[in-house]
């Protein structure tokens, strides 16, 4: 009995296991509004090994003086925009944000019906890291990519609930 039960569990272990080995898939989110577009914004995790860096700080989403709420490490947010120029500013200049760095910008013009891919992507900047250059030092960038590319980057990452 005990040997069966045991087997039974490592069955069910090798299972769950087997899915969390599995790539992540993206789902894209409808469009709600007819004529409108789509943004992703999203913030992989950094490629370097050992601690991440910013891993606890995440700036607030500004879009065209507005707030779309906060990109956390290693998430997305899916952003229904009409048509036209929008300016996207990611910033810890608000209250209840929690990134030291500077804003970073970035400006799109959308077309109806369009899905636009943004990565905010941040790495420690080794380059510039010794023993005579103490403390972390980053490479933030925030640019839009092809979707072609952007579905193998965020479909790792967790969308931001709404």
Partial sequence: MINR???CLLLLACAWLSGCASPGYFQPTPIATPGNAMVYLY?????????KPLYFSYPEVMI???SYGFLRYDHYLAIELPPGKHQFRLTGLTKDAKWEPEDIEHSI???P???AFLDFSVEYNTAEMGLLNPGPKYIIRLNQV???SAVYQIRATTKTAE
Avoid: I, K, V, Y
């Fill in 5 to 7: 039960l045991h087997f």
């Fill in 113 to 115: 019906g369009q899905s």
């Fill in 146 to 148: 092809p979707e072609s």
């Fill in 109 to 111: 013009d959308l077309a």
């Fill in 64 to 66: 065209d003086d507005t």
């Fill in 43 to 51: 913030r992989p995790a950094a490629s370097n090994p050992g601690a």
